[in-house]
């Protein structure tokens, strides 16, 4: 039995007293008997004064120096932050609390580019996502860091080779956000990610993606994002400045406006990297709209590069970094506030191709506020009037109207009816670029189909009139379509709309070329306002086996290059005559570059919305194979998932006796898995896209607004020697 310690101690205590009190007892050995003599009591010992002790050890205390504290930088968010956390990353939050490992997928397109990197340095360290990532680590690890994770190889060499707990980044680039669902489906097979990083809409906003193709591919991520139980994070794209500036800015602020929007119904973490006024400081000495805006657009330059691929302006590894500390910040307590506010804004026809933007601006500032204001110019439309410069009253509002001029009314809005206008406010060293949206009135066209396959004698749009009035409103129309004309009238509820019964006859002859862009005029009136919503709609015949057909140039001269497909139960060829390509090494000994993308999925699946990546070749000027680059795993389409080798995929240009030259293209068919290949029949049938670069020239198969991985934006190929007369139909 063991006692405690203070057992052990009082026990000890007592045998020592009793000790002593024995040998007090026994006598002395051989020591003679002393006199006994009465020895002096002494006098009792004075009792401690505690006060004056007290007293002392407090003016000793008050001598030494102050302790000096070490604030703890991990684990100490605030209420506030925590409960941000609670609302966007919970699942997540619980990982970095117990310091486990957390894996991010990063899907992004162009706005990953631009980081400058020593030799063996992974460029995703340095990016916005890895400057993102330390911070995240550096708040709630002891030791670890950041690892890159890519696609077959081991973990890559952190900075710091300190062991702990990691972050890991896996890359997956995209050109669009269409691509994004396929690419996140198929990484989620590969590793278990707690979080996706969407860093989409760059490219789409140079492409001119509608609005309505960004949000459906989102919803369409967030649904892939919940069935694999991945938390979400949405990186805005950052603005361009090419010149003209003020046209520039204004091309991705319609993918941010729509990821905005939708990450808000989602309850899903949103952040604007491209937020001037975390990014830029307006000059102190300019004054003016005519001085400021240029000084504020030749800083926001500095921190871009331009590359020479696209025109695409990139962000440097110091506005990488700006663009990490942004994403933290809105993580941590969100955006900043600035000292405006804009509400009840409107867009409303004003007839003649003219439109007026309204809405209030007010001042949250108990003092003055001089503010600068300057419409963008999104695609098809010319600010014509705005007052630049305004003075507001301590917590005053204004009414600003800015009147445009619809120069391109194929940008008027295509399926939601709602007008998508920045306009870039400064007030003293901020600035930041406000994404005004609201529906456009008093009506508006809505194309609810915009693509259709395997049209036979005509095509309906399913053109809806909506009313934006609040009141019965009643309207007539009137269209043309390849010289057929038809009109009707309309009479609507309050916010009420109606589908227009058009069709569009589509050509009947068999000998009709291949391809054509064919415009349809379309006009509605209503209360004195005439407003025309016209479309350009391509029509593509489906191409069989055996068949050579033209590509066209981009430049729109005369083209003879041919494609033909052939197929039999193992393989897939792709023949390209190139007939008048005069091919000529570049820098880079490139002679041509072919975009190849082909959806390969079931035909039910085909007729729905979906996603491939394009296969790039590449070869030299001189006969033999060409180089085809690895190979996503969605390549074939939504849905599909695997490691395809690219040394399975044969190319290689010849030349003939006469000087011809071709490019012959081999795929297995077991690549095609989800494909039925059932040979001879019209309804087995491929999406097929073919776009060469060689020779200073460009030519493609099929050419539309859409994305080129978007499935939508493809042709028909038929799997059979006798194809069907049908049409691909697709609105622009």
Known sequence: MFFNRKTFLHLGALALLGVSSLRAQAPAAQAPAAPVTAAPVPAAAPLPDLPALQAQALAIEAKLPSPVVQPQTYFDLSPVQRDRWRKFLPQTLLKLTRRERV???????????????????????????????????????????????????????????????????????TSSIMSAPSALATSCMQSQPDVVLLAQGLEDGLAGVTSADVAAAFRSLLDTARIKHLEVIVA?????????????????????????????????????????????????????????????????????????????????????????????????????????????????????GQLTLEFELASTRREPLALTLLPLVPAGLKPKYANPEILLAAGAKQTVQVNYAITDTRQLPLTDGVMRLPVLVIAGKQSRIEDIAVPLQPFSITWNSRTAFNQETDFSPELEIENSTGASLSAAWESEWAGNPQQGKVALDADGSEVLKLALPLPADGKAPLRRVLPLK???????????FDRDIEITRNMGLKESVPLSAVDGQQSAVTLRADADGMKLFLTLDLTGVSLMDDSSGKAFELLLNIDARSYGERLT???????????????????????????FGSGYGAVFEPKEIHASLTS???????????????????????????????????????????????????????AESLSVLELTDKPTQRWTVRVE
């Not at 905005?260 to 004054?287: I, M, Q, W």
């Not at 919305?609 to 390549?635: E, F, H, N, Q, S």
């Not at 898995?673 to 060689?694: D, I, K």
Request: proline share 7%.
């Open 522 to 532: 379309l006009a509605l009136s209503s209360n004195g306002v005439r407003q025309i």
């Open 103 to 173: 894996q991010i997928v990063l899907l992004g397109d162009a706005i990953l580019d631009g980081v400058k990197v020593e030799a063996g340095e992974d460029p995703v360290l340095k990016s916005f996502a890895g400057v993102f990532a330390k911070m995240l680590a550096a708040q709630f690890y002891y030791t670890g860091g950041v690892r890159v994770v890519r696609p077959g190889g081991k973990l890559r060499a952190k900075e710091s080779m300190v062991m702990g707990p990691e972050i890991l980044i896996q890359p997956v680039p």
């Open 236 to 352: 805005g794209p950052i603005p361009q400045a090419a010149d003209p500036e003020e046209a520039s800015l204004a091309l991705t602020r319609g993918p941010t406006s729509v990821l905005r929007e939708a990450c808000a119904k989602a309850n899903v973490l949103f952040s604007d990297l491209g937020d001037l006024s975390r990014l830029l400081e307006t000059p102190p000495g300019a004054k003016g709209a005519d001085q400021v805006f240029p000084a504020l657009m030749q800083e926001y330059q500095s921190l871009l590069n331009l590359l020479p691929s696209g025109g695409v302006m990139t962000p440097t590894t110091a506005m990488h970094a700006e663009m990490g500390r942004i994403l933290y910040q809105d993580l941590m307590q969100g955006s900043p506030s600035v000292p405006w506010k804009i509400t009840a804004s409107k867009a409303t026809l004003a007839g003649q």
């Open 609 to 635: 919305p979906g996603a491939t990546a394009a296969l790039r070749i590449t070869g030299k000027a001189a006969d033999g194979d060409a180089v085809v680059d690895p190979i996503a795993p969605w390549a």
């Open 656 to 710: 003939s006796a006469g000087g011809g030259r071709r490019l012959t293209i081999t795929l297995p068919q077991s690549y095609f898995y989800r494909h039925e290949w059932a040979l001879g029949n019209g309804n087995s049938q491929l999406g097929l896209n073919v776009r060469l670069n060689g020779g200073g020239r460009d030519y493609f198969l099929t050419r539309s607004r859409r994305q080129g991985d978007d």
